[in-house]
């Protein structure tokens, strides 16, 4: 049987290639034809999309292709007015051909396995499968394709994902996870779990115990390794869909119901784990599936967010870590705004920092927070620091502050020469002393044993430099600042602080479950599990304490960049053209969390709050505890300029336009530019970083 032969698809992109997947017993060899048809994502064909691990690229099969002149059986054709339309403009793949010869075309085992399992008895079933419909060794094919691979997701009826054939857990873990995705529901946009309407038992409670068997946690843990879960283009795939499916074998789940399942799992902590799964790795696995599963939501599509939490994802082109999550926060968003286009000739250099310059230039510099010395490797001295490498996933938590600048324009001038970027910043400070840091695989136990030497000695008698004690000071600074507390109210607050203060004090949290300090306790140690592993403590000549990256050393500076939420570690490097500054990585530093290095402290009685699941405050917010007034202006500026105007949009927060000049809503704040922060007082300096 001759190999089959691709025709070129138009360059303009109005066609793609769709499978015919043909019916036939379950033991036949597979039989599909390749039609091209038109394409368009407001007005797509209907097709289902398949998502699935290429696997190993050895002992390819062969299945057969036959041409569209060979007609379906009436009652076979599925989607009989699509498929005879298209039969009746494909005489092959694009071209006119009188030829009835069937054509051979080889798979990999694991599309084979797919395909068989997804084939129909009864009709034929139309697919979209980026292996066949993609003439793979055509590159400028496979460019333009890779390019709109979103698109073809986002148009698709559904997203098949076939994660593998049956096994001996397969039927068991599918039913497990899908009877708990029935029981709960989830308010991802408001990252509240709850009960499902109708059932006695409230599932979605942490103190929940699930009623699983060691049999039943084996085959979840089963499900987590498949090597689909594994995969980085399975992000933009599944997060594409509009709607989508888990074929595990002969066993098929919704993926809403998985994502239930999923939420709940990571939020129980009373289930005991059998001893074999007793483990990080366990959690670590579970994490790295949630974090897939809740970047579903449009409000969380944020590029750089995907491309840390997919940091772990396998793929086997560096390049890929941008061209797989490029395209899916939106269909055109990324794609004009970076001027990136798929180009597997260029380094990975080259194509990061195109994509650096690209999401500097239209964002912000808030980019710079994904840019740190490697912590397993040394650093290429030609890679210029501000550039992150995504292509090695990190092995540290970056630590978070989120908020240390404000809403900031990005102001920075770029070098082509050396590859430079000068950026203006606020110096905050001088690390004089760097403790051991903590592994990044540390137990609880290894973590609260670092703490205890972190401790300086005056711990429990000294005031701390920007007010309060220097006891409080470090019970916020283990949780990066109190990051995590800002969500609660002020007496939910001080009450996070007391936890701080009993865990630290007694490095243990061995009190009866019904106590109401124990859920405290509990939520401080989480927060430390989230914040501390991969992190050093460290200490500042001005007596200021912070977490950092754990290759700070003494002489580092602390600074905050003028159009970046976080605070970062900067080493200067004296050199013949003037003094250059390597990024070592970001930092929080209590008493400048809150915008304190550009407005100074908050006025009395006003607290810093944020909002998660406030329509109306979603993100940052301001109370004032006397009055309970809250606003979305910080009481540390001024009015808002004359001729410019906010409002608050439901994801991105608050936005501004000048109305004289008739622009659209921006991010930025305008009292926050360089200029506006130099008439303050606020000393800006001019950092150029290598």
């Known amino acids: 049987m001759n190999q089959y032969q691709y025709h070129p698809l138009p360059p303009n992109g109005e066609q793609i290639r769709l499978v015919v997947l043909l019916p036939d017993p379950p033991q036949a060899h597979i039989r599909i034809q390749i039609v091209v048809v038109p394409f368009s994502s407001s007005k797509p064909p209907p097709y289902e999309a398949l998502s699935y691990a290429w696997g190993k690229k050895v002992n390819p099969m062969a299945i057969v292709v036959e041409p569209p002149s060979v007609r379906l059986p009436r009652r076979h054709r599925g989607s009989s007015a699509y498929l005879r339309r298209m039969h009746e403009i494909n005489a092959g793949d694009g071209h006119k051909s009188k030829s009835s010869s069937s054509f051979a075309i080889e798979v990999l085992p694991n599309l084979d396995s797919a395909l068989k399992h997804l084939r129909l008895a009864d009709r034929a079933r139309v697919l979209w499968v980026d292996a066949i419909c993609i003439n793979q060794p055509d590159e400028e094919e496979k460019k333009r394709e890779v390019w709109r691979m979103g698109d073809i997701y986002r148009a698709a009826r559904r997203v098949v994902v076939f994660l593998g054939p049956e096994t001996s857990c397969s039927t068991l873990a599918i039913k497990t996870l899908s009877h708990l995705g029935h029981q709960v529901i989830m308010d991802w946009a408001n990252w509240k779990l709850g009960k499902a309407p109708g059932r006695r038992r409230d599932w979605s409670k942490s103190s929940c115990i699930l009623p699983y068997d060691e049999t039943k946690w084996r085959a979840i843990n089963s499900m987590l390794n498949l090597e689909w879960f594994q995969r980085l283009w399975i992000w933009q795939e599944i997060l594409s869909a509009r709607t989508a499916i888990l074929v595990w074998g002969n066993s098929i789940m919704s993926w809403w119901h998985f994502r239930r399942a999923i939420a709940c799992l990571q939020g129980n902590e009373k289930s005991e784990l059998p001893g074999a799964l007793a483990t990080p790795q366990f959690r670590e696995n579970l994490r790295r599936v949630d ?9 969380k599509q944020n590029v750089l967010d995907l491309l840390h939490r997919s940091r772990t994802s396998l793929c086997e082109i560096s390049k890929d870590r941008i061209y797989a999550i490029m395209n899916i926060p939106s269909p055109t968003f990324y794609r004009h705004t970076t001027r990136i286009e798929p180009d597997y000739g260029k380094s990975d250099l080259e194509v990061y920092r195109q994509f650096a310059l690209g999401n500097i230039r239209f964002h912000s510099l808030n980019l710079l927070e994904y840019a740190f010395v490697p912590f397993n490797r040394p650093r290429d001295e030609n890679w210029p620091s501000w550039v992150p490498d995504w292509s090695n996933p990190p092995v540290y938590k970056r630590a978070l502050s989120g908020h240390a600048g404000g809403r900031m324009k990005s102001e920075f001038t770029y070098c082509a020469v050396d590859h430079t970027l000068t950026v203006p910043g606020v110096y905050c400070g001088t690390i004089k002393y760097v403790g051991d840091p903590v592994h990044i695989s540390s137990t609880r136990e290894e973590i609260l044993a670092k703490i205890h030497l972190w401790e300086p000695s005056d711990l429990f008698d000294a005031d701390y430099p920007s007010g309060g004690k220097l006891i409080d000071a470090f019970v916020a600074t283990m949780i990066a600042g109190g990051h995590g507390s800002r969500r609660a109210g002020q007496s939910d607050r001080a009450k996070a602080i007391q ?55 003494p002489g580092d500076q602390i600074f905050l960049i003028v159009g970046c939420h976080i605070l970062k570690v900067l080493r200067q490097k004296p050199t013949p053209q003037g003094n250059r500054y390597s990024i070592i990585g970001t930092s929080c530093l209590q008493g400048f969390m809150n915008g304190e290095a550009l407005l100074g402290k908050m006025p009395e009685n006003w607290d810093v709050r944020e909002g998660r699941g406030l329509r109306d405050m979603r993100g940052l917010y301001f109370v004032n505890t006397v009055t309970g007034e809250s606003t979305r202006m910080d009481p540390r500026l001024s009015s808002v300029y004359p001729g410019w105007v906010s409002r608050v949009d439901d994801y991105a927060g608050l936005m501004w336009r000048n109305e004289d000049d008739n622009k659209e809503w921006d991010l930025y704040d305008p009292r926050l530019s360089t200029e506006a922060l130099k008439s303050r007082g606020v000393n800006v300096v001019d950092i150029r970083v290598a």
Not at 291 to 299: M, S
Not at 517 to 545: K, N, S
Request: charged share 25%; glycine share 4%.
């Open 499 to 553: 936890a701080g203060h009993r865990v630290l004090k007694y490095a243990t949290h061995d009190v009866s479950i019904d106590s109401t300090e124990m859920e405290w306790d509990l939520a401080y140690l989480r927060f430390l599990d989230q914040f501390v592993p991969g992190q050093a403590f460290f200490r500042t000549e001005e007596d200021h304490i912070g977490l950092a990256h754990p290759h700070a050393l």
């Open 291 to 299: 974090d897939l599963v809740a970047r579903h939501e449009k409000q």
